[in-house]
């Protein structure tokens, strides 16, 4: 994975969040909510890309400008979706994880070449290519890149499936 600026890293992942819109543009409140047996609902993908009620990656980004190596505990395959979330209706939650990007996207923005250098500690990474101490701008590439793209597919997979796309 190659290093890129802040500027790329945050065309990156606005590009990726309106790719999410687009796909979900026009999506009903009924499919929304309606998931495939054993797969999640396009309201759950959407909740899990938005992060945990308690933050997004961004403190941990900020944090890693501050202290070295700042430990990031990643929760893989939860959707994050909560009561809260689930009384949320399909525009709301595509505002939100819009909101979540567009704020990451702002930030990364304005990151040097050297900050993007700085390092957070993942041990969920330890056996990826990324290892568990990527460097912000590798980290910030595989949301973008790699963990968005995934689930753009996988919103399309799920869509085919409830015979929405």
């Known amino acids: 994975m190659s290093e890129q600026n802040g500027e790329q890293l945050a065309q990156l992942l606005s590009s990726k969040m309106q790719e999410i819109m687009k796909l979900c543009e026009g999506l009903s409140e009924q499919t929304a909510s309606r998931a495939p047996a054993g797969r999640w609902s396009p309201k759950e993908i959407i909740s899990h890309l938005s992060g945990s009620e308690d933050g997004s990656f961004l403190p941990f980004l900020r944090l890693a400008l501050v202290e070295d190596a700042p430990r990031l ?20 939650l595509l505002a939100l994880c819009e909101k ?42 595989g949301i973008g890149g790699y963990h968005m793209e995934f689930h753009i597919n996988h919103m399309k997979e799920i869509l085919k499936e409830l015979g929405a796309s």
Do not use: C, W
């Not at 990324?130 to 980290?139: I, M, N």
């Open 73 to 92: 505990d990643i929760e893989a395959e939860n959707p994050f979706f909560t009561k809260s979330r689930a009384a949320m209706s399909m525009k709301e």
């Open 100 to 141: 979540v990007y567009s704020e990451m996207a702002d930030f990364v923005a304005g990151l040097s070449d050297e900050q993007l250098k700085r390092t957070l500690y993942v041990p969920l990474f330890k056996d990826l290519p990324l290892t568990d101490h990527p460097s912000l701008a590798v980290f910030i590439s």
